[in-house]
């Protein structure tokens, strides 16, 4: 039984604002540390925004077709579970990237920034 509570209907709305609340964060410290001048940006830190814009309209998307009936038409389980999927290789790129750029060059504000939107990328696979 223990691992199956966590997967009811009934925490999914719950789990869907934590993922927007880490999601919404994700973004945010792309666009800081994408305007950090001390270090030029790199292509982790442009699919953090991107990867992120992406979770956000997959959530949407299951949310509003669940709770909505204006949306309800175009609820699908086999769409939701697609994209479900796909969510989990894209943050993992993320991370991986993220973590390889660390490893190859991280220095002051910029290090610390890139550390934390690796892990947001980890807890978010």
Known sequence: MGLLVFFASRFKFTVHIVQLILITLVIILSIVRFSMKEVPPQRAHIMGIAIGAKSTIFILYQVLTEHTQKFAKWASKKANFVLNCLDV????????????A???????TTCAVSWVLASLALVLL
């Open 89 to 100: 290789p894209f943050w993992g790129a993320v991370m991986y990237m993220l973590f390889s």
């Open 102 to 108: 660390n490893m190859q060059y991280c220095v002051g």
